[in-house]
Nanobody
């Protein structure tokens, strides 16, 4: 199974921006996604990147603010986050196996994630 490493989290004020990175020795040729989990809440899908045509999909809560991108030359999946809100505070995870059109996955393993904290 591919090993993914998330990075780029941090603490920012509301309205600020962050870019998360997810790296691997080689990104898999599969639909990939970013998920997040806030304290006391269930994990939720945030953004997905299709392996077919580079189509993207977003949760309603982040549409217009977050952009998912993939750089195969750098074997990196990105999540560009703008106009951050306190409710974006969560641990963010990238996954290599989202089922397109859903937020379900074909496995249940998770990396360590990267923490994003947004203060008001």
């Amino acid at each position: 199974q591919v090993k993914l490493t998330e990075s780029g989290g941090g603490s920012v004020q509301a309205g600020g921006s962050l870019t998360l990175s997810c790296t691997a020795s080689k990104l898999p040729d599969r639909h990939m996604a970013w998920f997040r989990q806030a304290p006391g809440k269930e994990r939720e899908g945030v953004a997905a990147f299709s392996s077919i045509g580079g189509i993207t999909s977003y949760a309603d809560s982040v549409k217009g603010r977050f952009t998912i991108a993939r750089d195969n030359a750098k074997n990196t999946l990105y999540l560009h986050m703008n106009n951050l809100k306190p409710e974006d505070t969560a641990m963010y995870y990238c996954v290599p196996d989202v089922i397109w059109g859903t937020w379900r996955r074909s496995s249940n393993s998770w990396g360590p994630g990267t923490q994003v904290t947004v203060s008001s």
